[in-house]
Nanobody, 117 residues
Framework: QVQLVESGGGLVQPGGSLSLSCAAS????????MGWYRQAPGKQRELVAT???????NYADSVKGRFTISRDNAKDTVLLQMNSLKPEDTAVYYC???????????WGQGTQVTVSS
């Protein structure tokens, strides 16, 4: 029973900050590249950031310098710290777990982030 459970979404004003958390269970956490994706209404799901077990990170150009992904292997969690938020960051944010080169990915249920005045 694999579970990825996101939390921390909510409403924030432009320029504000928000921190998302994803708690994983049912997987050997260290074997997985963890990531955050997002999907706005009417838009395709897009990659936000990924992090390997060795702490190598990758970010979408649109969030570089504003978002930080991190992982705590002792707690089987991955975090996304979001700063300087913009209205275009509004989306449902999904946690993802995938073995590098693997054929299957696990997904969380998503958490809503709304950036609005």
């Amino acid at each position: 029973q694999v579970q990825l459970v996101e939390s921390g979404g909510g409403l924030v004003q432009p320029g504000g900050s928000l921190s998302l958390s994803c708690a994983a269970s049912g997987i050997i956490f260290s074997r997985y590249v963890m990531g955050w994706y997002r999907q706005a209404p009417g838009k395709q799901r897009e990659l936000v950031a990924t992090i390997t077990n060795g702490k190598s990170t990758n970010y979408a150009d649109s969030v570089k310098g504003r978002f930080t992904i991190s992982r705590d292997n002792a707690k089987d969690t991955v975090l996304l710290q979001m700063n300087s938020l913009k209205p275009e960051d509004t989306a449902v944010y999904y946690c993802n777990a995938k073995i590098s080169g693997g054929r299957f990915a696990y997904w969380g249920q998503g958490t809503q982030v709304t950036v609005s005045s």
